[in-house]
Nanobody, 126 residues
Framework: QVQLVESGGGSVQAGGSLRLSCAAS????????MGWFRQAPGKEREGVAS????????YYGDSVKGRFTVSRDNSKNTVFLQMNSLKPEDTGMYYC???????????????????WGRGTQVTVSS
């Protein structure tokens, strides 16, 4: 049974940091791309970051480059998103996603990610 469970969201002031985690089960985790997406009320889903199966390739949305870092621990079937220098526009629901059809070229096209967690809320106040 495939399952993705996010944690680590919360409320923080602008300039602060948060670290999101996503625990995956039901996959050959070390063989698939993983990603983070977010959605704010009234806005479209946005690709935040993704990482290849071995962690060697990472992809970032333009709005988070230089501030967010995606990483993974294949021994623990977990993917992380370190978010620094947070801005109010980073507010939204953050979703972990798995792309079992991909292992190296991951990208940020949400339609290529087949499985999704329930999300964790991130709120950044000014």
């Amino acid at each position: 049974q495939v399952q993705l469970v996010e944690s680590g969201g919360g409320s923080v002031q602008a300039g602060g940091s948060l670290r999101l985690s996503c625990a995956a089960s039901g996959y050959s985790f070390s063989s698939i791309c993983m990603g983070w997406f977010r959605q704010a009320p009234g806005k479209e889903r946005e690709g935040v970051a993704s990482i290849s199966s071995g962690g060697g390739r990472t992809y970032y949305g333009d709005s988070v480059k230089g501030r967010f870092t995606v990483s993974r621990d294949n021994s623990k079937n977990t993917v992380f998103l370190q978010m620094n220098s947070l801005k109010p526009e980073d507010t939204g629901m953050y979703y972990c996603a798995a792309a079992p059809r991909h292992w190296l070229i991951c990208g940020l096209d949400w339609t290529e990610f087949d499985d999704w967690g329930r999300g964790t809320q991130v709120t950044v106040s000014s």
